[in-house]
């Protein structure tokens, strides 16, 4: 890790396209000597996802490429080796010890191919790098357009494809951008754009990212933080390092589900914990390490207010840690599989059910039926979420005929989870003090809008719900104390030195005798290894 005040980027002249630096008369592609990828893929579980990026691989415009995979096994319970690989797909599967995350598989497929050990031995050096994210898919001419960008743009050193939602088909990311007064990671475009332009970005997703060679090793791998933020800072870095460029290529598109569709649960502690480096790195300053880390203490406070506790403490520890300088390595307190089983969603199938189980308890309890609230956004969006609105039915909590001419229908259908979030703060506080609750309520989670609706809260996610119980008293003492101890740590990454990672370089390569000398290597053969 580096601490202090930086260092500003010196600026390198990266050869041409290809590592081994051919001389300018050297025909390249279709009329020449193929361009050479290296993809690197790092992989936890998801093998029909793996399946299926590789079926797209198999199907690749590969005229006047050749192109090889390195699938890092981040110690899948079942390896990864018995996968579904198309016969032209020429991979090396290389498995390590232990799960070290999307930043230590990348890292380490990354180091493997700089090497030249394994697979890529029997290769001469590879002119890119192409990381995609085992869960990605990508089309017929994702590399092609990628690679065209970079023989065009000499000066970036490091290409994106638009990411587009699986599920909408809306293109949310062409390359990325901070935002200097908050630190957020902001799409640098999106939507439809003109695709003979490149975007410029200050970094790109890894989920599908064409990178020279020689950037790779004039930067090095990636920090060791194990996910969320390793790309990017890797990314800034990178720049800085070689004295190029980033960009989106928006011809190039990539089918990457967008990361708002699934609730996030353990990944809340990286999200918070790496979030400071790629601010440090763009040397934004205190004040905006301040304001970042006021939205995660929000963010805690929230779920407290909502029951989710565990969840709250993720964000604080992740606050405490990062304004300690403790942001590398891969465990998080206390373990991940407990947050992942204290955070499992049950299926909206059984709601209706789960429901009418709690009234039941609460009118032996307290001799009344209980009152039960549906938050309207539900209600709005019962189609989004699969089997909602059939369970809101047989609750009998669908909206009265009439209501999409009512005002409140108009004020709420004009509404997102994400907006009015001052004065839903103000509303939720009021409503704690003073305003008489319902029994029961069924609510998103996590939002100012649901907090302190009722005492016992379905809160609902894009993956199920969950039932949980929140006392006013207690959950107001328990904000308190979430609010002072994420004040202290805001004050203390305001006063914090300005800090990101020392990258570890990339080997040195070496000659092999290909894969089979290699420990924890598999490779698959390919029926042809370089189309043209």
């Known amino acids: 890790m580096h601490t202090g005040n930086g260092h500003a980027g010196t600026t390198h002249t990266i050869s041409r396209l290809n590592g081994s630096a051919p001389s300018a008369r050297t025909r390249r592609g279709l009329h020449g000597e193929p361009w050479r990828v290296a993809i690197v893929i790092p992989g936890y579980q998801r093998r029909e996802d793996l399946e299926k990026l590789f079926l797209d691989i198999s199907r690749l415009d590969l005229r006047g490429i050749t192109l090889w995979s390195i699938l890092v096994d981040n110690n899948s319970p079942t390896p990864l080796n018995t996968i579904a690989i198309p016969a032209n797909c020429r991979v090396e599967h290389y498995r390590l010890d232990k799960n070290t995350g999307g930043a230590g598989g990348f890292s380490a497929g990354m180091a493997r191919v700089m090497s030249g050990e394994g697979l890529t031995g029997e290769f001469d050096i590879p002119d890119f790098l192409w990381l995609l994210d085992s869960d990605v898919r990508v089309a017929k001419r994702s590399l092609r357009e990628l690679i065209k960008a970079a023989i065009k743009h000499k000066n970036y050193c490091a290409f994106g494809s638009a990411l587009v939602d699986i599920v909408t088909q809306t293109t949310y990311e062409i390359g990325g951008r901070m935002n200097p007064k908050n630190g957020f990671f902001v799409p640098s475009a999106m939507g439809d754009v003109d695709k003979r332009k490149i975007i410029p970005a200050e970094y790109l997703a890894a989920c599908s990212t064409l990178v020279r060679y020689d950037a790779v090793k004039k930067t090095g791998l990636m920090p060791d933080i194990f996910i969320h933020g390793d790309d990017v800072e890797w990314c800034l870095q990178m720049t800085r390092k070689t004295g190029m460029k980033v960009g989106g290529v928006p011809s190039s598109k990539a089918y990457h589900p967008l990361w708002s569709r699934k609730f996030q649960t353990w990944v809340r502690y990286y999200t918070t914990r790496n979030a400071y480096a790629p601010i440090d790195v763009c040397g934004f300053g205190p004040k905006t390490r301040f304001r970042r880390a006021g939205v995660d203490v929000l963010r805690a406070i929230g779920q407290v207010f909502t029951g989710m506790d565990e969840l709250a403490e993720l964000h604080l520890v992740g606050l405490e840690h990062a304004a300690q300088c403790k942001t590398e390595g891969h465990e998080i307190p ?142 107001l003492k328990k904000g308190t104390h979430a609010f002072i101890r994420g004040l202290k740590a805001m004050i203390g990454l305001y006063r914090r030195p300005r800090t990101f990672h020392n990258l570890r370089p990339v080997p040195d390569r070496v000659p092999t005798a290909g894969a089979k000398n290699f420990r924890n290597v598999e490779v698959k053969p390919a029926a042809t290894v370089a189309a043209m």
Do not use: C
Not at 352 to 369: C, L, T
Not at 372 to 377: D, E, S
């Open 334 to 475: 206390g373990g991940m599989m407990k947050i992942i089983q204290s955070t499992k969603m049950k299926p909206y199938a059984e709601l209706a059910a789960a429901v009418q189980a709690e009234a039941a308890k609460f009118e032996q309890r307290e001799g009344r039926k209980p009152t039960i609230y549906v938050h309207p956004l539900m209600a709005l969006r019962s189609q989004d979420l699969p089997g909602l609105k059939e369970q809101l039915a047989t609750l009998n909590q669908l909206p009265p005929k009439g209501w999409n001419k009512s005002q409140d229908w108009l004020y709420w259908h004009h509404r997102s989870l994400g907006s009015h979030m001052k004065s839903d703060m103000v509303k939720g506080l009021l409503r704690a003090l003073f305003a008489k609750k319902a029994d029961i309520a069924i609510l998103p989670t996590g939002r100012p809008t649901s907090w302190f609706r009722a005492t016992h809260n379905f809160l609902l996610t894009n993956d199920g719900w969950q039932l949980r119980t929140v006392e006013t008293g207690d959950a």
